[in-house]
């Protein structure tokens, strides 16, 4: 039975990894050329030509590290700039070993930390080790934190997977009370149908009383105006031959429009329509329409409207004097209201409020008909009803359904972030981000809020980032945007905010459901090559 071997602590488990690796390059029979990782060390023997990685060229080995660019791949220049998309080894010894690119090799920029990237003038020191201790520290903070934000992101998950169990639940329940609330309102519906039937039959018979009433009241209004017509015909034709013409209306005064002492030909053709002269059926169809509102202007029948709270005031022409032109004149036969077309219910005339409902009265209905009105008013007040009642259960389904519908990651672990708010200040601005609704911005002033996106999605399947969208439009420019970087943190907060480019945002939010991800390649990675 083998003895067991002690466990070491990790910090010393790698010491020992490095003294042997150090060890394994002092005695190494190949010399491993600048810029190559150990993992490809056999592949650059000198006792051998060099083939190309990409097997494309066999070179000989003195062209490697040449400063002269022979592979398509830029494999045999490792260690040089002279390949433009060529890579460099850092191997950084006690700290993260990487690879830069060869353009910064003898750059007079210190990019390795062991310093070997500047090998010509060797001004670099080497501070691996600090670095190392450095990254061993804060990947050992980052592993507390992620130790502590699990904790808490399972209980998020598990209060994430509760409220969409809980939302499942009320789903079925709301879908269930909409059959029994769409059931309600077709019972309704056919109520109303039925009950409005037999109320429209009953207002039948009072609609067409109505009717013939309107009708009598229009015939004695137009034969009361053909009379008008007629009389004002009668009185115009001095010469009495049954025609009225231009220089009949030229001796009556009322028609000196620009009241200069004078009736002129184009003033009095203007009422007879730019003739010369009327029959009286011409007359009554083609002048009296446009020469009435005028007569009663002339007659002093015009009365202003009053304000409100204003007393009687006097019968006075438009703007304190008569229409003199022909603008005025239609604006004051508008006012009137005396028009053929007008409507004669004015709402500025009192006089023929009244008489209007002394010749129309309310309708006064039978008993039947009444009972009738008032069910059918009390059936379409319960239809409306219970058509809200199914539009609100509907609004209720489709908010579960959209938030179902919603990507809250792995183990629902970022649900309990929606409905939540977090604010960051700088010294101009309140920022505000809440997951999975929208991103604002308001000035510490006070002033309303400005959009700056309304959640769209996760930018990748990582989700370690939100994109929000469709924000308020920047003046002459594009649609404001917002980005949020998701990292682990033991709460939620918003801890930084910057606009990189015009109209785009960049969010950093902190959040326990983020700490998911292994944080150990800081201390796996010390050196890559162990």
Same mark, same amino acid.
């Given at each position: 039975m083998m003895p067991s071997i002690p466990k070491l602590p990790a910090k010393s488990y790698v010491l020992c990894i490095l003294l042997i690796v150090v060890c394994e390059i002092s005695t190494s029979e190949v010399p491993r050329p600048r810029g190559v990782p150990l993992s490809h060390n056999p592949l650059y023997n000198p006792a051998k030509d060099f083939v190309c990685l990409d097997n494309s060229l066999s070179i000989p080995f003195s062209q490697v590290n040449d400063d002269y660019c022979d592979c398509p791949d830029a494999s045999d220049e490792p260690g040089t700039s002279a390949c433009i998309h060529g890579?460099?080894?850092?191997?950084?010894?006690g700290h993260t070993s990487t690879y830069i690119s060869s353009s910064r090799v003898n750059d007079g920029i210190c990019d390795c930390c062991d310093g070997t990237d500047e090998y010509v003038k060797g001004k670099c020191a080497n501070n691996c080790q600090e670095l190392g201790q450095s990254a061993m520290k804060e990947a050992a903070r980052q592993s507390e934190l992620l130790k502590a934000g699990k904790q808490i992101r399972a209980s998020m998950c598990e209060m994430g997977i509760k409220l969409k169990a809980e939302k499942k639940d009320k789903l079925v329940i709301f879908a269930a009370q909409k059959i029994e609330a769409e059931k309600i309102m077709r019972e309704k519906e056919q109520i109303k149908k039925n009950i409005e039937e037999l109320e429209s039959a009953a207002l039948e018979q009072y609609r067409q009383i109505e009717e013939e009433n309107k009708r009598i009241k229009q015939e004695e209004e137009n034969k009361k105006n053909r009379q008008e017509a007629e009389d004002t015909f009668v009185r115009f034709d001095s010469n009495k031959d049954g025609i009225v013409e231009v220089s009949e209306l030229q001796s009556l005064h009322t028609f000196d429009r620009d009241r200069n002492g004078e009736v002129t030909v184009e003033e009095a053709k203007y009422f007879l329509n730019s003739k010369d002269s009327m029959s009286?059926?011409?007359?009554v169809v083609e002048a009296w329409p446009a020469m009435k509102p005028f007569l009663m202007?002339?007659?002093?029948?015009?009365?202003?409207?009053?304000?409100?709270?204003?007393g009687e005031v006097e019968e006075v022409p438009i703007n304190g004097e008569e229409p003199t032109t022909e603008a005025e004149f239609e604006e004051a036969a508008d006012e009137e209201g005396v028009n053929e077309e007008e409507d004669e219910e004015d709402e500025e005339h009192p006089e023929e409020e009244e008489e209007h409902e002394e010749t129309n009265?309310?309708?006064?209905?039978?008993e039947e008909?009444?009972?009738?009105? &008032?069910?059918?008013? *009390?059936?379409? $007040? &319960?239809?409306?009803? *219970?058509?809200? $009642?199914?539009r609100d259960i509907q609004s209720e389904i489709?908010?579960?359904?959209?938030?179902?519908?919603?990507?809250?990651?792995?183990?629902?672990?970022?649900?309990?972030?929606e409905g939540e708010c977090f604010d960051y200040m700088d010294y101009e601005y309140i920022y505000r981000l809440c997951p999975f609704d929208k991103a604002t911005q308001q000035q510490k002033s006070g002033s309303s809020d400005t959009r700056l996106g309304s959640w769209s999605k996760w930018s990748n399947q990582n989700y370690d980032a939100m994109l929000y969208d469709r924000g308020q439009s920047c003046w002459n420019g594009p649609q404001r945007s917002t980005t949020v970087a998701i990292s682990c943190g033991s709460e939620n907060k918003l801890t930084s905010v910057s606009e990189p480019n015009r109209c785009e945002y960049h969010f950093t939010f902190e959040t326990p459901a983020a700490c998911y991800k292994a944080t150990t390649e800081g201390i796996k990675d010390i050196h890559d090559e162990l």
């Open positions: 890579t460099f080894f850092c191997m950084n010894v009286l059926e011409d007359f202007l002339d007659e002093g029948l015009y009365k202003p409207p009053q304000p409100a709270g204003v009265p309310e309708v006064t209905y039978d008909t009444q009972n009738l009105i &008032e069910k059918a008013t *009390a059936a379409r $007040s &319960e239809f409306t009803e *219970a058509d809200q $009642s199914v489709t908010k579960i359904e959209e938030y179902l519908n919603k990507d809250f990651g792995p183990d629902e672990a970022f649900a309990p972030l």
